[in-house]
Nanobody, 123 residues
Framework: QVQLVESGGGSVQAGGSLRLSCTLFGYASASYTMAWFRQAPGKEREGVANLDINTRARYADSVNGRFTISRDNAKNTLYLQMNGLKPEDTAMYYC?????????????????WGRGTQVTVSS
């Protein structure tokens, strides 16, 4: 059974940086397209970044140029390096994975989800 476990969230001031990690248990992460989503209070969950098995990355416009998604298949781990954080980046961040994703921003395209890690950015 596939499990995803996120870590690395925390509280930072605007302009700061955080690196989120997501470790996949139960299968080789190299076989999965993986992504980060986030959900702020009172808002719908939204796609942040996606990385396919060919290491092609996609980013939401709101984070492009500030966030970097990467993976270490030897460690079965996905990362999200977040620089230049803004208060509007405050949210619960979730890791997601699936064998086949056609609509990377659509949460319904991902079967496996972690429980999330909280990111809070103060002004």
């Amino acid at each position: 059974q596939v499990q995803l476990v996120e870590s690395g969230g925390g509280s930072v001031q605007a302009g700061g940086s955080l690196r989120l990690s997501c470790t996949l248990f139960g299968y080789a992460s190299a076989s999965y397209t993986m992504a980060w989503f986030r959900q702020a209070p009172g808002k719908e969950r939204e796609g942040v970044a996606n990385l396919d098995i060919n290491t092609r990355a996609r980013y939401a416009d709101s984070v492009n140029g500030r966030f970097t998604i990467s993976r270490d298949n030897a460690k079965n781990t996905l990362y999200l390096q977040m620089n230049g954080l803004k208060p509007e980046d405050t949210a619960m961040y979730y890791c997601a994975a699936d064998f086949w994703v056609t609509r990377w921003l659509d949460e319904d395209d991902y079967e496996y989800w972690g429980r999330g890690t909280q990111v809070t950015v103060s002004s």
